[in-house]
Antibody, heavy 118, light 110 residues
Framework: QVQLQESGPGLVKPSETLSLTCTVS????????WGWIRQPPGKGLEWIGY???????SYNPSLKSRVTISLDTSKIQFSLRLTSVTAADTAVYYC????????????WGQGTLVTVSS | QSALTQPASVSGSPGQSITISCTGT?????????VSWYQQHPGKAPKVMIY???NRPSGVSNRFSGSKSGNTASLTISGLQAEDEADYYC??????????FGTGTTVTVL
């Protein structure tokens, strides 16, 4: 049974960089996409982007200039970097697994709240 | 990219059927059979209920079904049960190679 677990700081200062890591246990990197989705408190889901097991990426156009998703196949981890954060980036961040060639986001981490505040 | 449009709330009595709509454009919902639906209970991570318009993952009740017509996808819950009370989100692949979520629908079991 594959499990995903997010880790990283729960508090980030405005204008700094948000960095999160997702550790995959009980499964392999391929043939999946690995992504991030966020949810501001009390609001809906927002797709951030994903990276394929081959390293190709796709990002939400509204975040593209600030987002990088990377994959460490040796550690079976993937990461999110979001630069120049503001209070609007305060959200629960979920890491997800996507079955390649489908719209099946079949496995989700429990989510981690990141607050942007000085 | 604009969020897909869902009704803010839908309600029904136990045993009834309800349908949640998810309206997009020809550049997302209408252009691809890559629409999926997620159930989210308070404080929990979302769970996939339907993927690729109408496919149901193993372990998901057959009371949940999905369909699409034109630019609108739909999720139907039949035989509504108390445990179905949750938020539901659709998502679709887009012509930009990205995904976009719906605005979300709160389902209330009366």
């Amino acid at each position: 049974q594959v499990q995903l677990q997010e880790s990283g700081p729960g508090l980030v200062k405005p204008s700094e960089t948000l960095s999160l890591t997702c550790t995959v246990s009980g499964g392999s990197i391929s043939p999946y996409h690995w992504g991030w989705i966020r949810q501001p408190p009390g609001k809906g889901l927002e797709w951030i982007g994903y990276i394929s097991y081959g390293g190709g990426t796709s990002y939400n156009p509204s975040l593209k200039s600030r987002v990088t998703i990377s994959l460490d196949t040796s550690k079976i981890q993937f990461s999110l970097r979001l630069t120049s954060v503001t209070a609007a980036d305060t959200a629960v961040y979920y890491c997800v697994r996507v079955v390649t060639g489908t719209s099946n986001y079949d496995c989700w981490g429990q989510g981690t709240l990141v607050t942007v505040s000085s | 990219q604009s969020a897909l449009t869902q009704p803010a709330s839908v309600s029904g009595s136990p045993g009834q059927s309800i349908t949640i709509s998810c309206t997009g454009t020809s550049s997302d919902v209408g252009g691809y059979n890559y629409v999926s639906w997620y159930q989210q209970h308070p404080g929990k991570a979302p769970k996939v209920m339907i993927y690729d318009v109408s496919n149901r993952p193993s372990g998901v009740s057959n009371r949940f079904s999905g369909s699409k017509s034109g630019n609108t996808a739909s999720l139907t819950i039949s035989g509504l049960q108390a445990e179905d009370e949750a938020d539901y989100y659709c998502t679709s692949y887009t012509s930009s190679g990205t995904y976009v979520f719906g605005t979300g629908t709160t389902v209330t079991v009366l």
